[in-house]
């Protein structure tokens, strides 16, 4: 049987397709993984502007034209190809579902966003446990104190993802995950969660709780479901994104984003 890890990004998107429903950590290893938010043309300048203000949790790899389903890094169609998606009306989340053909609109931009999921095979080859993978779960996730810079009708809390590294590879995890910055970078937190203004790291707003053992250490890396956080506080009519851990695999190298 094929691990997940082999699964070329175009099987893998076809099981999604299939009916599928994992977190897609782990995925097609050597490929870049992506967060979706799409809304309508009128918000989406605003959308784009936020980004833009806040690139560490927003990286944009692309932008559709209004309605195209498909994007250049993503050769799947985006109302398929995912394993689970998110549907918010008027900022309210109103239903999980594993396709969102009958909601695409012809006037829906659909941005693509860096998500660390991509960095995590290079964490696993430098020898940085990954104990969201280890455990075949999701990765934790929590809204924190920090507030993005608002951009047009746009605002909302900085969303981070959470791994636990044992102390004395957390050096190493930086050095790994920095030459990534269009997907997410170095962390932007290490050590005390109460510092995000986060109480309980095992009660994540997204996600799964992932046990830190002794002698491990608290990672906090910026994260793409940010967008997801600012359409519940700001409210635009409709957004559709992908749950939280159950992402885009797109067809371009992670290679393609790692700089010097």
């Not at 998107?13 to 938010?37: C, E, H, K, M, W």
């Not at 009306?89 to 860096?114: H, K, P, S």
């Not at 791994?163 to 997907?183: G, Q």
């Not at 491990?216 to 997801?228: R, Y």
């Amino acid at each position: 049987m094929t691990s997940p890890a082999d699964l070329s990004p175009a099987r893998a998107r076809a099981l999604f397709r299939d009916g599928l429903r994992v977190p897609t950590s782990g995925y097609s290893a050597g490929y870049a993984q992506a967060n979706l938010i799409a809304l309508p043309r009128e918000a989406a300048f605003d959308l784009l502007l936020f980004a833009q203000r806040n690139p560490k949790p927003c990286p944009v790899l692309d932008v559709t034209e209004p309605g195209e389903t498909s994007a250049s890094v993503f050769d799947g169609d985006l109302r398929t190809d995912l394993p689970a998606y998110r549907v918010y009306r008027d900022g309210e989340l109103v239903e999980e579902r594993t396709d969102v053909t009958d909601l695409w609109r012809d006037d829906l931009v659909a941005f693509l966003i860096g998500c660390s999921f991509t960095f995590e095979a290079p964490l696993l080859e430098a020898g940085v446990p990954v104990r969201h993978i280890e455990t075949g779960g999701n990765v934790a996730m929590y809204a924190t104190n920090r507030r993005c810079r608002p951009a047009g009708r746009f605002h909302g809390p900085l969303v981070v993802s959470m791994r636990p590294v044992p102390a004395d590879r957390v050096a190493d995890a930086v050095r790994v995950t920095s030459r990534y910055p269009a997907v997410h970078g170095a962390p932007v937190h290490v050590g005390d969660p109460a510092a995000l203004g986060i109480e309980d790291l095992g009660r994540p707003d997204y996600g799964d709780p992932v046990e830190v053992r002794p002698g491990e250490i608290p990672v906090f890396w910026a994260c793409g479901v940010t967008p997801q956080a600012a359409v519940a506080a700001s409210a635009p009519e409709l957004a559709i994104g992908h749950a939280p851990g159950h992402m885009a695999v797109t067809d371009v190298r992670d290679a393609s984003y790692q700089v010097p």
